[in-house]
């Protein structure tokens, strides 16, 4: 089975630390190095780096290679150079699964999450490729909601496999697209069978190409347009034209008609997806505080807040926070209520639309 480590997007949603030039997955933003490093280093301790994929864009490859020498250039799925979600990253993946090595199960690893104890989440890799080479349908992992988290989906459960593993396994009930809603989705995850979609999809390229043709036709045009490119040898800016006019969209607007026939593996570890400032809240707080990280950091009569500064020579003094995000970096601050730290987006397009682009 091959790894695809998906290290392409650029993390708008814990912007102004994660830039376009410099995405939060090759930022050190919760230890002494990246998100990235960390979850290559896991993979390296069980498997071959030949069988470690990094899917991201072309203008990442340099920061690729200086954080994960060991894997070789051979194994870099290089997209163009633009910012067309998911759904087109992840298809251009796939079509060069099916060059290079067709008939290999892959699965999808995000590198912006935290997962512990890491041996637990090794395991579950090879369990879930014993599963999908077996059944030969989709796999994706998912957590019993524990807290509302925004800009997630989540997945109702089904019945339980009766199958020989440590995992719980699960058929998949339903698909739930994420909502804005704080409070609908905190009702939401009051079913005792609802978990929050934890990602790594374990499936086959030309299966999912397949669910593509089905339900994206426009997407799988295109994509088998830039694989007869890729398959004679025509040039980067023949794949970079077809590229540029495929629609932006997520995966999950293809397999959201996968799921109803697919599996949901509960994942046997802690894991948190640091795709806003509220999920990073959540992993770090305790009992309520306010999480501060900066050198001079002052909060007083503060709760349910993050505070972070990367200037150890400013002073950050706060006094009564409840519920905000404050996030300052040389160049910009932002200032945020945490339940709705997934709007960080909205601020990003109206920033832009400002003619600010250059603080993106």
């Known amino acids: 089975m091959k790894l695809i480590v998906t290290a392409g997007g650029q993390g ?8 376009e030039s410099f995405p939060k997955q090759f930022q050190n933003i919760i230890s002494d190095q990246s998100l990235f490093c960390d979850t290559i280093n896991t993979l390296q301790k069980r498997f071959n780096p030949r069988d470690i994929i990094i899917s991201t864009k072309n203008k990442y490859a340099g920061i690729v290679s200086r954080q994960a020498p060991n894997i070789p250039k051979e194994n870099y799925f290089l997209e163009p150079d633009f910012a067309k979600n998911r759904g087109p990253g992840e298809g251009f993946a796939f079509v060069m699964m099916t060059v290079k090595y067709p008939t290999e199960p892959f699965m999808l690893i995000q590198p912006d999450c935290i997962r512990q104890p890491e041996e637990s989440f090794l395991d579950m890799i090879g369990e879930a490729e014993k ?4 059944d030969k349908k989709m796999v994706t992992g998912g957590i019993k909601a524990a807290y509302p988290i925004m800009g997630i989906d989540y997945i109702k459960l089904g019945e339980k496999l009766d199958i020989s593993s440590n995992l ?6 339903s698909f739930i697209p994420r909502a804005d809603d704080f409070e609908k989705t905190k009702e ?11 990602n790594h999809v374990c499936w086959y390229a030309e299966l999912a190409l397949e669910a593509y043709k089905n339900h994206r036709q426009d997407w799988h045009q295109a994509l088998m347009k830039i694989r007869d490119i890729i ?8 794949i970079d034209e077809i590229y540029s006019t495929m629609a932006s969209g997520a995966t999950e607007e293809v397999t959201k008609h996968i799921f109803p026939d ?5 994942l046997p570890f802690r894991w948190t997806d640091i795709g806003t400032w509220n999920s990073l809240y959540e992993f770090f707080s305790k009992n309520g505080e306010v999480y501060q990280d900066g050198k001079n950091i002052v909060a007083l009569n503060s709760k349910e807040s993050i505070v972070k500064c990367a200037n150890n020579k400013k002073i950050i003094a706060a006094y009564g926070l409840e519920d905000l995000v404050v996030i300052d970096t ?9 339940s709705k730290a997934d709007k960080v ?6 920033v832009k639309e400002r003619g600010m682009a250059n603080f993106l």
Not at 131 to 134: M, R
């Open 12 to 19: 708008t949603k814990l912007w102004p630390y994660s830039r």
């Open 131 to 134: 599963l999908v080479v077996s």
């Open 168 to 173: 719980q396994i699960y058929r998949v009930d």
């Open 188 to 198: 939401l995850i009051k079913d005792s069978r609802v978990a929050t979609h934890s």
């Open 231 to 238: 398959v004679s040898g025509g040039p980067q800016s023949a």
């Open 262 to 266: 697919a599996y949901i593996i509960l």
């Open 330 to 338: 040389n160049d910009a601050l932002l200032i945020i209520p945490k």
């Open 345 to 350: 987006g909205d601020l990003l397009k109206e």
